[in-house]
């Protein structure tokens, strides 16, 4: 099974970074997605990682450590648009993904 | 635009009753899903298939049955609706069944049975 653990709730300033964590336990491992979700709207696509290290997207980046179970998202020159939720969803060798409970993030001016 | 389409957006429903909620997408993705998601317990997928014809089980399909007559076209049907089954539902695709493809989201439909 999946265990995935992601903190509640976040506030953070318009301008600065603010950086998402998720770590997860997994009987076998075959990547970690992560999905933005903005209140009364569908999940969207933000990042896939299933090598170590860091891949970067504009404003965003995401992190994977395998060996720890570890992942983070950071978000860059924050905007009040980033206000949403932000989940942490991992695959194992089956083909559903599991998410975590999502992280609640609140951009304040 | 091509997506994925819910129907109805949202809709009440008495206990007992029968009900499918309607997902098609325009994509030619194979692989589709349906989860549901409750406040404070996150997405958890109730069923899936990979590919027209077949379909599999997800963590909480009790309750609830899916067919895939074809690539498009993926309803869930809730046989007789009962309280705890409100929640609000997302449909999803990818283009294959493999666990490293993205998947895109419906808009989701709102369910409440009283």
């Known amino acids: 099974g999946q265990n995935i653990d992601q903190p509640t709730e976040m506030t953070a300033t318009e301008g600065a970074i603010v950086q998402i964590n998720c770590t997860y336990q997994?009987?076998?491992?075959?990547?970690l997605f992560w999905y933005q979700q903005h209140a009364g709207e569908a999940p969207t696509f933000l990042s896939y990682?299933?090598?170590?290290g860091l891949e970067e997207k504009g404003r965003f980046s995401s992190f994977l450590s395998r060996s720890k179970g570890y992942s983070y998202l950071l978000l860059k020159e924050l905007q009040m648009k980033d206000s949403a939720s932000y989940l942490c969803?991992?695959?194992?060798?089956?083909?559903?993904?599991?998410f975590g409970k999502g992280t609640s993030l609140l951009v304040t001016p | 635009i091509a997506g994925i389409t819910q129907a109805p957006t949202s809709q009440i429903l008495a206990a007992g009753r029968r009900m499918t909620l309607r997902c098609t997408q325009d994509?030619?993705?194979?692989?589709m899903y349906w989860y549901r998601q409750d406040l404070g317990l996150g997405l958890r997928l109730i069923h899936y298939?990979?590919?027209?014809?077949?379909?599999g089980k997800g963590e909480v399909p009790d309750g609830y049955s899916v067919s895939r007559a074809n690539t498009d076209d993926f309803p869930l049907t809730l046989a007789s609706a009962v309280p705890s089954q409100t929640s609000v539902y997302f449909c999803?695709?990818?283009?294959?069944?493999?666990?490293?493809?993205?998947?895109?989201f419906g808009d989701g439909t709102r369910l409440s049975i009283l």
């Open positions: 999803a695709s990818s283009r294959t069944g493999d666990s490293n493809q993205p998947q895109h």
């Open positions: 997994t009987s076998g491992f075959n990547g």
């Open positions: 990682n299933v090598l170590d």
């Open positions: 969803a991992v695959t194992d060798s089956g083909y559903a993904l599991n």
């Open positions: 994509m030619r993705h194979n692989a």
């Open positions: 298939s990979n590919t027209a014809g077949t379909t």
